[in-house]
């Protein structure tokens, strides 16, 4: 098996506590240690996850002896690669040993791999080498040539549709393959994608359709990660980073021959041009880093091999044509350097020497064609288009650096659930001689009191202006102030955690929950009151409109009665394959991803808030206070008028959740609730990083979540 998390010097050193699990070919495991790769990978807390980035297999569950697979009576063939002299720069033929034809019959005898940083060239590249070589078109990353699923899903058509676009021919020899470093998906919903070590054929990747294909899928998975399929795709992370040498030895170990065309664009250019796949300069900078590392990494092992040379950061620019005259001892680089199938283009070159450059490249690769496309420079459309909306994003990283130099941003946060006494908080902390929680100004000039802005693109800057409005007031006052926040959204959207990470490592998280079935009757019949109060204008759904995790109505469905799923992006505990999966696949109308952050979160029950008991309800209000860093003690609970309760006018559209028309939305509630409640309290409670008062109470409390509060018999026995 070769799928490991390696703690690499040259990468993760650089992106500690920020950077991507990385899985790669280095060392074999045992294939019963399976399901503790995945939990190594997950439990991480130092590496930042996109959770729709992790892919998903099939753990191996059967002993069965794969069959011997190798084509052992094929031919061998023998080919040339170009060895560049570094002093001269000339180009030396040199003949290799004989490579065996392909180990597997599904593979192709020969694959032309083009990559390098997103927006370099490769999709030109890759549509040049398709045309020359008449292959059809060119493989897509790791999609399928062709979609064989057939349930009629919206999900399943669209895969079909992407695949049509680049339906590339599975039975050809020949198969020319494009990827970006990182390939897939955006930034923005897919930060810090993992790299992959190998990308199977395109069989692998939809359903296999024959007896042969779920053989060799089977035996090419188990051989890499200890895996079988059973006939099933492999489903790789939307986006991903491609390590170019795990991928390469795999495949010369199989006997294809496979050429890897690693595209180079000047490095500014290529920043520039990449704004259209991620315009947060802050994970681009990131993406860049692993993206180039993987790149030289590749270079020094197959084209600087058996040469007293590696390439470097500060080396890796002479590569490029167009840069080559300001380094003073000049580039000392053939025009096309390669060895052992790898070969760097340069953009630059590409465009200013036009068909000469394309005819090199073609006799570098051994292709005989004529076919010159017509080359345009891009780079100038960049540069003019680019450049000022650059400035402007660097100004913002600049700002975002300073905040976090000098402490700049929200305190703390309370951050949901709704409807779960985050209000009643609000109200608590308002009147809070130290404390100043952030508002909005609506176009009517009424004070909106959630600062729910922080989700948006613009979140750090909207907290900037608020914090310098409002500072100048506070100034005047002695007193140490702490400012916060409350927007109850917070919890299901890691948007919002993301921006406080641009700002501050101190911020502390209050998150509450309630018993899953009192929740979605308080949060439903507040929405019903809203509707009325504020002039919705809008249908109100029946309850049981909200139940399969297809619809919401303003955020409420009986699946975000889920508590755990959205706690557990926090990555305050340790997740399995199985918790992960899960999370993955609870609903499907919010974004999901593990942000891993520096926050201590204060997790809290609503009967902790109206608690009778005044020596626990005392420690508790001591031990809030003392998790937001404040020094005078609370107002009294007790003394603060409820908030956000329900007006004593009925609606018709309100429900009684103990009506027998809703016992089978509260049997769903339970079932979630007793799930949350084993997790909450054997897992989340016990990490450091979160703080409960009365560990004990609390735990009780969330133990009647597997009880029906209306008296069924649904509940626990």
Not at 481 to 487: L, T, V
Not at 516 to 521: R, V
Request: hydrophobic share 30%.
């Amino acid at each position: 098996m070769y799928v490991q998390l390696l703690q690499n010097n040259n990468i993760m050193d650089r992106l500690q506590g920020q950077g991507s699990p990385i899985l790669r070919r280095k060392q074999s495991y045992n294939n019963n240690n399976t399901q503790q790769i995945y939990h190594n990978i997950i439990g991480q807390r130092h590496a930042i996850i996109t959770i729709t980035t992790i892919f998903l297999a099939i753990v191996l569950i059967a002993n069965n002896n794969v069959s011997n697979l190798q084509n052992s009576n094929r031919s061998e063939k023998t080919t040339n690669t170009i060895l560049f002299d570094n002093s001269s720069g000339n180009n030396i033929i040199i003949k290799q040993s004989p490579l065996p034809l392909p180990s597997y019959s599904i593979l192709p005898k020969k694959i032309y791999s083009v990559i390098g940083l997103e927006s370099s060239g490769t999709q030109f590249v890759s549509k040049l080498l398709e045309d020359a070589l008449h292959t059809g078109p060119y493989r897509e990353g790791s999609r399928p040539c062709n979609e064989t699923c057939n349930d009629g899903t919206p999900k399943c058509e669209n895969m079909k549709h992407i695949s049509e676009q680049h339906s590339c021919r599975e039975s050809s020899d020949v198969l020319v393959q494009h990827f970006s470093l990182p390939w897939g998906g955006s930034c923005h919903f897919h930060p810090n994608p993992p790299i992959i070590d190998v990308v199977l054929p395109s069989q692998c990747t939809r359903d296999q359709v024959n007896q042969t294909e779920i053989e060799e899928c089977n035996a090419m998975t188990k051989d890499i990660w200890g895996l079988e399929l059973n006939g099933k795709p492999f489903q790789y992370p939307t986006r991903y980073q491609l390590d170019i040498t795990a991928n390469k030895k795999w495949y010369d170990e199989q006997g294809v021959e496979q050429y890897f065309i690693i595209v180079i664009r000047d490095a500014k250019i290529s920043y520039l041009a990449r704004h259209s796949h991620c315009n947060s300069a802050h994970l681009r900078n990131q993406e860049e880093e692993v993206g180039t590392q993987l790149i030289m990494e590749a270079i020094n092992t197959f084209i600087l091999q058996d040469v007293n040379e590696e390439v470097t950061n500060k080396t890796l620019y002479q590569w490029v044509a167009s840069q080559y005259q300001e380094h003073r001892n000049g580039r000392m680089l053939s025009a096309l350097p390669s060895r052992n199938n790898v070969v760097v283009v340069s953009y630059e070159s590409l465009v200013k020497l036009g068909g000469t450059y394309v005819k090199m490249l073609y006799d570098t690769l051994g292709i005989d064609s004529d076919i010159i496309p017509d080359i345009r420079d891009s780079n100038e459309k960049y540069l003019n288009k680019t450049l000022q909306q650059d400035q402007y994003y660097q100004t913002k990283l600049h700002t975002h650096n300073n905040m976090k130099r000098n402490g700049i941003g929200w305190d703390f946060a309370v951050m949901g659930f709704p409807k779960c006494g985050t209000t009643f908080l609000l109200e608590v902390l308002k009147a809070h001689p130290e404390v100043e929680m952030g508002n909005r100004t609506l176009p009517s000039g009424a004070i909106l009191e959630e600062f729910c802005q922080i989700h948006n693109k613009d979140g750090v800057e909207e907290t900037l202006s608020w914090l310098q409005n409002t500072t100048s007031t506070a100034s005047a006052n002695s007193r140490t102030i702490k400012y916060g926040i409350k927007c109850p959204t917070m919890v299901r959207a890691m948007s919002a955690i993301e921006n406080l990470i641009k700002m501050a490592d101190h911020t502390r998280l209050v998150v509450g929950v309630r018993h899953p079935i009192k929740w979605f009757e308080s949060f439903y019949n507040y929405r019903v009151l809203g509707t009325y109060n504020q002039n919705w204008n809008e249908t109100i759904p029946k309850p049981h409109e909200l139940v399969d995790g297809t619809k919401n109505w303003r955020d409420v469905s009986v699946p975000l009665g889920r508590f755990d799923i959205y706690l557990k992006q926090l990555a305050k505990t340790s997740l399995n394959k199985n918790e992960l999966n899960e999370m993955l696949n609870h609903e499907n109308l919010f974004p999901k991803n593990i942000m891993p952050n520096p926050y201590k979160v204060f997790i809290y029950t609503v009967e902790q808030l109206q608690d009778k008991n005044k020596t626990r309800q005392v420690q508790f209000q001591t031990d809030l206070q003392h998790h937001l860093g404040l020094e005078t003690s609370f107002l009294d609970f007790d003394k603060v008028p409820k908030a956000n309760v329900q007006d004593s006018t009925p609606y018709k559209e309100h429900i009684d959740i103990c009506d027998s028309q809703y016992t089978a939305i509260r049997n769903k509630l339970l079932q979630q609730g007793r799930k949350s409640r084993d997790w909450i309290v054997n897992k989340f409670i016990m990490s450091s990083d979160v703080v409960v008062s009365d560990k004990d109470y609390f735990s009780s409390v969330l133990k009647e979540w597997g009880e029906d509060p209306c008296g069924s018999s649904s509940g626990d026995k």
